[in-house]
């Protein structure tokens, strides 16, 4: 929970607008969290492209990727910390956001421009399927990351359309442009699944929220209840015209001398 939204729970009366900022805070912080972790898979990923290394045609152009992918997964993490950090302390999140939304879109460009070397579909091999394969992964993982976020989503799917694009259409005599459509498609079904994952996060939050307010509220009322309670035990111990203790408060008062003793 960010420092912003505990300070705007903590009013008495939320309005819309303040509704719509503590979910989008909500939101931003899942999404930054994911991709603090992302690290660890990504690494992973880029792991085994490095295990497949030996077997590429283009060793040059996929050690310059490993690197440029290895740099940006870093930034990114660093990036995802800050905003973090940032959202902990209520401190301004938007620069950090626009800086993150970026490296993601570099993420996703990166992982397009991985196929950039491939021949046509006719001269694959099962090492150039292997990595299409984990590049079509990684997009997936990096919509999954992004999904509560739709700017950072958008330009994830961005930045890969960008690099994939002139590729297929370099490869149009052999690829045709529906397979341009059919890959446009592909990045069309994954922001819709980002959305619905959003849509779904919106509603945790949303309920969350509700329970929170709603524990609050229990709060409150528990200690007026406790303030009631000692005010009637007192009133109940002293005179009302006088305001001296009571008959009651003096048997309260010897019962109280006699376990004692």
Not at 92 to 104: D, E, F, K, S
Not at 143 to 150: C, F, G
Request: hydrophobic share 55%; with cysteine; proline share 3%.
């Amino acid at each position: 929970e960010s420092g912003e939204a505990r300070a705007l729970l903590s009013r008495d009366r939320l309005s819309r607008g303040d509704l719509g900022r503590i979910v989008s805070l909500g939101l931003a912080g899942q999404m930054v969290e994911r991709e603090v972790t992302a690290i660890f898979s990504t690494l992973m990923v880029l792991a085994l492209i490095f295990c497949l290394f030996p077997f590429v045609a283009f060793p040059a152009f996929f050690a310059s990727f490993l690197l440029l992918r290895t740099a940006s997964a870093l930034a990114n993490h660093l990036l995802a910390r800050a905003t973090a950090r940032a959202l902990r302390e209520g401190a301004p999140i938007a620069r950090h956001l626009r800086n993150l939304t970026i490296g993601v879109g570099v993420a996703g460009f990166l992982w397009g421009a991985m196929l950039w070397p491939f021949p046509g579909v006719a001269e694959i091999d099962p090492t150039t399927f292997l990595l299409v394969l984990i590049a079509l992964i990684a997009v997936c993982m990096l919509a999954v990351t992004t999904a509560q976020h739709r700017p950072t989503l958008l330009a994830a799917l961005f930045g890969n359309a960008l690099a994939i694009a002139p590729k297929i259409l370099n490869e149009s005599s052999s690829l045709g442009y529906p397979a341009l459509t059919a890959y446009m498609s592909f990045l069309a079904v994954l922001f819709f699944f980002g959305r619905r994952i959003e849509s779904q996060a919106r509603r945790m939050v949303i309920l969350q929220l509700r329970n929170r307010r709603m524990a609050r509220r229990l709060e409150i009322a528990n200690r007026s209840l406790g303030r009631a309670l000692i005010k009637a035990e007192d009133l109940a111990h002293r005179d009302v015209l006088t305001g001296l203790s009571n008959r009651r408060a003096f048997v309260r008062d010897l019962s109280r001398l006699r376990q004692s003793k």
